[in-house]
């Protein structure tokens, strides 16, 4: 989310009728977040799908693509009924409004041709975040692929838009408590990655583990797919980051140099851990390393110079990569492709590390410890990390319970052992 939402946010709610000047609609700036919005709807079709795809065994790749092309579907339908409404307006009620919005906006009713958010339309903000609503719960399927069944993940991921995600964006870009805190999270490192990655973890805790994890061999069955996609998702980043400055313009600019350089930086550096520790380089882990930087750069892209983000790149290799493989293996829960290990604790890292080298030098919205000398902005960093898993883990949970006592959260083990592509969806890859 844009550093300036701060000053946009009256614009974006409701325009007083006391504003000195109307604002006025920018072709630029609308053209650029139009391109954005592709490029984050690419991250998740076709990019998240060939990543995980390639990932998990063959006789579950089209259950895996079939899940993020179903979010894609389904977080659409219900951004547009409800979800809009719930993460971006303002509640009536000044104590619900530090949680949730309201439903001034159900169907998208009151949306006018017209309307402007800054110097955008509004049709096309709210296109824009619905790309992020969509991949933020598919992120999530990572952690319990080859075991969940296709209709629990429909009703988990509805269920999960509505009760998790709208809250926590509402809480942090939409004028909640963590907003008014003054969190920065310039685009979605705990509202999309700290929030998946907790709800993977949970949910990876909730099912269990895979028949079979830990004694049968269960290495990715075609990683030509999984680096097309992780190279997707590196072009359609600069969407994800450079687009939530919601102009075209010097942050944009920045935040798209913080994003490359994070992220070829923590590429670079759960390669050569990797090296070092298990004697090879090997392909999985440098597209690994390279969504790592690319999630621990999601919140401080936009307040953070070169240095900063180099620094932020080179911890989120390290660090992802000792907690997706080493932590993992020590603990014993089995997160199928990683999704807590990279997105969880990469999110976290990056939030708290917005804290220490965000510099009001590159954004005025943002000051930091280092460069500023404001150590509360680490605090209130600990604040959104915490608030997020808290409320994402416990609400997680409840949702876990309710699909599973209503229908079932996990295929049964003669149809884990044969293959979800075949059982669920009637198909099978074929060489």
Not at 405 to 412: A, E, H, Y
Request: hydrophobic content about 55%; charged content about 10%; aromatic content about 10%.
């Amino acid at each position: 989310m844009p550093s300036f939402l701060k000053f946009l946010l009256p614009l974006l709610l409701a325009a007083t009728p006391a504003a000195a000047q109307e604002p006025t609609l920018n072709s630029g700036d609308t053209a650029w977040l139009l391109t954005s919005a592709a490029l984050v709807l690419l991250m998740t079709i076709p990019g998240l799908g060939l990543f995980y795809g390639g990932m998990v065994r063959k006789k579950n790749v089209l259950a895996t693509l079939a899940q993020s092309l179903a979010a894609t579907a389904l977080v659409s339908v219900l951004w547009m009924l409800v979800g809009y409404s719930l993460a971006f307006k303002t509640n009536p009620n000044p104590t619900l409004n530090q949680f949730i919005g309201d439903l001034s906006y159900l169907f998208l009713q009151p949306l006018k041709v017209g309307s402007l958010t800054g110097t955008i339309p509004e049709s096309v903000f709210m296109l824009f975040q619905m790309t992020f609503a969509i991949i933020t719960p598919a992120l999530i399927a990572g952690a319990f692929a080859d075991r969940m069944k296709f209709s629990a993940f429909l009703w988990f991921t509805g269920l999960w838009l509505i009760f998790v995600y709208c809250p926590i964006a509402h809480m942090v870009w939409g004028g909640g408590i963590l907003f008014s805190l003054g969190a920065l999270d310039y685009a979605g490192g705990s509202v999309v990655h700290l929030n998946a990655g907790t709800a993977a973890l949970v949910t990876c805790l909730v099912m269990g583990k895979r028949i079979g994890y830990g004694r049968e061999n269960m290495s990715p069955h075609n990683l030509v797919l999984s680096v097309v996609g992780a190279a997707l998702l590196w072009v359609g980043w600069f969407g994800f980051n450079a687009g939530s400055a919601l102009s075209a313009g010097f942050n944009a600019g920045m935040a798209a140099v913080a994003t490359q350089i994070a992220c070829a930086a923590a590429a670079l550096s759960w390669m050569l851990a990797e090296w070092a520790i298990s004697k090879k380089p090997s392909v999985l882990g440098m597209i690994s390393g390279a969504v790592s930087g690319l999630v621990a750069i999601t919140p401080a892209s936009g307040f953070v110079d070169p240095v900063g983000a180099l620094i932020i790149g080179v911890t989120a290799g390290v660090v992802c990569y000792v907690a997706a493989v080493w932590m993992k293996r020590a603990l014993g829960y089995d997160d199928s492709l990683d999704a807590w290990g990279v997105h969880g604790v990469g999110g976290a890292l990056g939030a708290i590390l917005t804290g220490a080298f965000a510099s009001s030098a590159v954004n005025p919205a943002g000051k930091g410890w280092i460069n500023d000398g404001n150590f509360g902005q680490m605090l209130v960093q600990f604040y959104d990390v915490g608030i997020t898993f808290v409320y994402c883990g416990v609400v997680t949970f409840i949702i876990l319970k309710a699909v599973d006592m209503l229908i079932g959260l996990r295929v049964s083990p003669e149809v884990e052992v044969e293959g979800l592509d075949i059982n669920l969806h009637g198909e099978t890859v074929h060489d």
